[in-house]
Nanobody, 120 residues
Framework: QLQLVESGGGFVQPGGSLRLSCAAS????????MGWFRQAPGKEREFVAG????????YYIDPVKGRFTISRDGAKNTVYLQMNSLSVEDTAVYYC?????????????WGQGTQVTVSS
C-alpha cells in the first residue's frame, strides 16, 4: 500500500500563490504516476496535474496550464504543486493521488485532502 500525506493548503487572495506538497511512503515512489485532483462544492472531482516516473514528464488540464507547476523530489519521496495566479475558480479541496498509469484515468491511492480557498 502507498500512503500519501498532504500539506500546504490555506487561504489566499486572487492572484496569489500557494505550494502544496504530498509525501509518499510504503511503496517505491518512482513506480507511480503522482499528482493532484480537486473537488469544488457542487462539482465532480477532477484531475488537475500529474507527473510520471523517470523521465519526470508533467501533464495538466487546460485551465491550469501556465499557472500550476507539478514537480517531484525522489530523495524526499514528495510531489509538489506550485499554484500561481490563483482565482476563485481554483477554490476546492485538493487531493494528492497516485496510480500505476496516467492519472487522467483516475487515482488508485489518495491523500486526505487539503483545502485551498481563493477569496478577496
Amino acid at each position: 500500500q502507498l500512503q500519501l500525506v498532504e500539506s500546504g493548503g490555506g487561504f489566499v487572495q486572487p492572484g496569489g500563490s500557494l505550494r502544496l506538497s504530498c509525501a509518499a511512503s510504503g511503496r517505491t515512489f518512482s513506480r507511480y504516476h503522482m499528482g493532484w485532483f480537486r473537488q469544488a462544492p457542487g462539482k465532480e472531482r477532477e484531475f488537475v496535474a500529474g507527473i510520471n516516473w523517470i523521465p519526470s514528464l508533467p501533464y495538466y488540464i487546460d485551465p491550469v496550464k501556465g499557472r500550476f507547476t507539478i514537480s517531484r523530489d525522489g530523495a524526499k519521496n514528495t510531489v509538489y504543486l506550485q499554484m500561481n495566479s490563483l482565482s476563485v475558480e481554483d477554490t476546492a479541496v485538493y487531493y494528492c493521488a497516485a496510480a500505476q498509469r496516467s492519472l487522467r484515468q483516475g487515482g488508485e491511492f489518495w491523500g486526505q485532502g487539503t483545502q485551498v480557498t481563493v477569496s478577496s
